[in-house]
T-cell receptor, first 113, second 113 residues
Framework: EPEVTQTPSHQVTQMGQEVILRCVPI?????FYWYRQILGQKVEFLVS????????KSEIFDDQFSVERPDGSNFTLKIRSTKLEDSAMYFC???????????FGSGTRLTVV | GESVGLHLPTLSVQEGDNSIINCAYS??????FIWYKQESGKGPQFIID?????DKRQGQRVTVLLNKTVKHLSLQIAATQPGDSAVYFC????????????FGQGTTLQVKP
């Protein structure tokens, strides 16, 4: 069964440092997403990406965040200057053209110290 | 017997019983709904979905019911097994084309042997 893969599984970074979280979506999917989940809370939408541009972003996705699809397979989330409150699980997801077949990766646990 | 959960944080059931997990969604314009299962340290795993033009959809041991009048969604799990223990989230997708999912708070299902 096709999978969304994310690397690394864990990332510890110092406050103020830049981090890049990486994802390989399912190959024939056209929509790509990032979500986050603070420990014990619900999953929150960050951003959706289609046709090489952001199609929607949430209030959480401020100027410190950016996404990129640098090649035909990878999809990245960059946090320029991490804050303590950025500590969370970050999930990448992808879906087909109808927004169905929605599949999540296993997540990257980001800890900002 | 059955165990019916209101939208409570935790639902505890006996192995072999049926479970019902409930969810109230927010947007009457949402046209697609998904139930996810999340085990500790993992990403959301697709269980079953339903479109707004349907009231009921059945899968293997799971049934989703949609009541658009009161914006209510439920997940029924037949013959609950220990492996069903997890957090269950409902998610709704709006009628727009961005694919954004809005997640509910989640219900922890505990299955007692």
């Amino acid at each position: 069964e096709p999978e969304v893969t994310q690397t690394p599984s864990h990332q510890v970074t110092q406050m103020g440092q830049e981090v890049i979280l990486r994802c390989v979506p399912i190959s024939n999917h056209l929509y790509f997403y990032w979500y986050r989940q603070i420990l014990g809370q619900k999953v929150e939408f960050l951003v959706s990406f289609y046709n090489n541009e952001i199609s929607e972003k949430s209030e959480i996705f401020d100027d410190q965040f950016s996404v990129e699809r640098p090649d035909g397979s990878n999809f990245t989330l960059k946090i320029r200057s991490t804050k303590l409150e950025d500590s969370a699980m970050y999930f990448c997801a992808s879906s087909d053209d109808l927004g169905e077949g929605y599949t999540f990766g296993s997540g990257t646990r980001l800890t900002v110290v | 017997g059955e165990s019916v959960g209101l939208h409570l944080p935790t639902l505890s059931v006996q192995e072999g019983d049926n479970s019902i997990i409930n969810c109230a969604y927010s947007n009457s314009a949402s046209d697609y709904f998904i139930w996810y299962k999340q085990e500790s340290g993992k990403g959301p795993q697709f269980i079953i979905d339903i479109r707004s033009n349907m009231d009921k959809r059945q899968g293997q041991r799971v049934t989703v019911l949609l009541n658009k009048t009161v914006k209510h969604l439920s997940l029924q799990i037949a013959a609950t097994q220990p492996g069903d223990s997890a957090v269950y989230f409902c998610a709704e997708k709006g009628s727009g084309n961005t694919g954004k999912l809005i997640f509910g708070q989640g219900t922890t299902l505990q299955v007692k042997p």
